[in-house]
């Protein structure tokens, strides 16, 4: 059954123009890479969805992009707060790959962290707008940064299993160089768990859930 408790804030840091996150971890199972968690800071009427960037036995963190309301009001917590946390949700990266490549574009590196150490810390390539928001590449072993006007999709070697996470146009630009790869997409969400249909997309004119059936889909799919 899912059930959303209330955990306190271990630690916050700003990571170029991101916070990072710190929560006690209590019971919570940190789950798959690409997993996601609803966070909710006091007083807020939606709870955000949030990719788990780091887990350690004590710790859960996440990666947040203060860009509206809810997303400030988690990067504003102080050590000590307490947030409602319902996770993990939705479906992860599968593991099960040979050569793994990560690809991580701008705030879409938040589960590379998680996902790099769950597998061994593969070479990553990603890309940022600035070198102030390229600061976060340094939660990330093995990575080769680029910056605009240079994408992910100009260096990124072939012959890899690619596992993205990034703005909707990165993520089709890979999917139109290669049926390898694992595509964790974004929507707005409001429930996380598939009761509001808040979260539909259009993916080859197919509707889909992104919280049940993604955020992880195969890009052959
Ligand atoms: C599965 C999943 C994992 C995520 N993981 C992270 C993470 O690790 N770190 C992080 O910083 N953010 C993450 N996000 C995005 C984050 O949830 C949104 O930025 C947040 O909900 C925005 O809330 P807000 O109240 O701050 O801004 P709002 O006022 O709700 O939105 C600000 C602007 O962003 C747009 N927007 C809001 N949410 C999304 C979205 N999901 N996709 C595209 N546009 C959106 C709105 O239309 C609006 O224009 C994730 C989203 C999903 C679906
Ligand atoms: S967020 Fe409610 S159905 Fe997906």
Redesign the pocket.
């Given at each position: 059954m899912l059930t959303r408790a209330a955990h306190s804030v271990t630690g916050t840091e700003a990571v170029g123009p991101?916070t990072l996150l710190r929560i006690q971890r209590g019971d919570l199972d940190p789950g798959l890479p690409g997993q996601?968690f609803m966070l909710e800071a006091p007083g807020r009427l939606l709870p955000?969805?949030?990719?788990l960037?780091l887990a350690t036995e004590s710790e859960l963190a996440?990666?947040?992009?203060?860009?509206?309301?809810?997303?400030?009001a988690l990067c504003s917590l102080e050590l000590g707060d307490r947030l409602a946390i319902l996770g993990p949700l939705?479906n992860g990266f599968r593991l099960d790959v040979e050569r793994p490549l990560l690809v991580g574009g701008g705030?879409g590196i938040?589960?590379l962290p998680y996902l790099s150490e769950r597998l061994d810390n593969p070479p990553a390539v990603l890309g940022f707008r600035t070198s102030w928001h390229a600061e976060a590449a340094a939660l990330v072993p093995n990575a080769e940064v680029v910056l605009e006007p240079i994408y992910v999709t100009e260096v990124m070697p072939a012959g890899h299993d690619v596992l993205a996470c990034g703005p909707a146009p990165m993520l089709e630009a890979i999917r139109a160089l290669t049926p390898h790869a694992q595509l964790a997409w974004?929507?707005?969400?409001a429930c996380g768990y598939g009761a509001c249909w808040g979260?539909v997309v259009r993916i080859d004119g197919e509707l889909k859930r992104?919280c049940v059936e993604g955020?992880v889909l195969d890009a052959a799919a």
């Open positions: 991101y996601f955000r969805p949030m990719s960037c996440f990666l947040i992009d203060p860009i509206g309301p809810g997303t400030r939705g705030i938040a589960p974004e929507a707005p969400m979260c992104l955020p």
